[in-house]
């Protein structure tokens, strides 16, 4: 309790005033230069690199299934879960094209298309859908880590750690190839200078996308508050519901292979860390030092509420004795949104002007 009262004070204290002067362009595009140099470019590296490792361990398996081969493979997943949960909420430019994000990640899935899907795959034994063309046309549902995660995880998974391989393994290969590849090239994209990098860096008349530099920097800034929103709206309100009967386990991400808990983790470390490798956060110190303050405690809460869960998290939601830390977490993730969305753009002088889920 003392601590949520400390946390509203903050938030009290960093209400905002009138409106700011906005930041200069230089100052605006040094926001945009720091967040792809020290965070979106080395985040999507390393997705690229997590995943191609998965990509490679999964085709072990198959070529010599075994008990610690398919260790191997999970841990993979592991660490391609973790990746992706730190550059999730960049849904811009290359994440836009060829519908990468959805491919990557189907979500939200409250109809359990992706299940459906997979297991339709599966008994129909397609060699066709095996097939890197094969497996880009295939539907959305099959092409990413939550159908990866089934294959490894779910009903029928451990058949995988016992020769011979079978069209399971094969099918679960070629959704970590599918991954490492669009991985791959979205890193490739983010590290080329003449791509859509270049938009960000020259906005202007001509510029197709940002006519100024302020309108280039709010893509940036953007990012940390609507995905604090998406993910309260569409990770954490629909799995713990209203109280421990209204819960809804199943719908929690990646719970088959538990790892819930590690991707809300890192979804919220990696939008600090966009914020405070970007920039973001020292220029709202700069002009906002009580906002900054309270941004900065309600996410070292949230941090702490996330460790404090007993279990995976849509679990303890549906169980009284342990839902404390989850309603915490729900109350924090709700104020982080408002500061983040509410107050932040205006201590900066910004309007907000695009939604980090609209297209480009």
């Given amino acids: 309790m003392k601590a949520l009262l400390a946390i509203l004070l903050l938030i009290a204290s960093a209400q905002p005033g009138k409106a700011a002067e906005p930041l200069p362009d230089t100052d605006l595009r040094g926001l945009v230069v720091a967040a792809l140099t020290h965070y979106i470019r080395p985040g999507f590296a390393a997705l690229a690199e997590a995943s191609a ?3 490679d361990r999964t085709g072990a398996l198959c070529e010599a299934p075994s008990p610690v081969a398919l260790d191997g493979a999970r841990a993979a997943f592991t660490d391609t879960v973790r990746a992706w949960s730190g550059v999730e909420y960049v849904r811009l430019g290359p994440m836009t094209e060829a ?62 750690a016992a020769a011979p391989a079978r069209y399971r393994c094969a099918f679960a290969a070629a959704v970590a190839a599918n991954i490492a590849a669009i991985s791959a090239t979205a890193a490739a994209e983010w590290q080329d200078e003449d791509g859509f990098s270049a938009l960000l860096l020259s906005p202007g008349a001509e510029n197709p996308l940002y006519r100024n530099a302020e309108e280039a920097a709010v893509r940036i800034t953007d990012i940390p508050g609507t995905g604090i929103h998406a993910l309260r709206d569409q990770k954490l309100l629909p799995v713990i519901g209203s109280g421990p009967e209204d819960a809804r386990p199943n719908l929690a991400p990646f719970r088959r292979s538990g790892l819930t808990n590690v991707a809300l983790l890192t979804n919220l470390q990696g939008l600090k860390m966009l914020a405070d490798l970007g920039g973001i956060s020292a220029a709202t110190r700069d002009r906002a030092p009580a906002l900054q303050t309270a941004i900065d405690t309600v996410y070292s809460n949230s941090f702490a509420a996330m460790d404090s869960v007993e279990g995976l998290l849509g679990e303890a939601a549906a169980d009284p004795e342990r839902r404390s830390p989850v309603n915490y977490l729900a109350l924090l993730t709700d104020r982080l949104r408002s500061l983040l969305q509410d107050q932040m753009p205006g201590e900066l002088g910004m309007k907000v002007m695009f939604n980090a889920y609209d297209g480009d």
């Fill in 53 to 55: 490792i998965l990509r």
């Fill in 99 to 160: 519908n990468r994000a959805d491919r990557l990640y189907f979500w939200p899935d409250r109809k359990g298309i992706t299940l459906r899907h997979v297991q339709r795959d599966l008994a129909a034994e397609d060699p066709g859908l095996l097939t890197a063309e094969g497996m880009a046309e295939a539907s959305i549902a099959v092409q990413g880590l939550p159908a990866l995660e089934f294959l490894l995880y779910g009903s029928g998974a451990e058949d995988l």
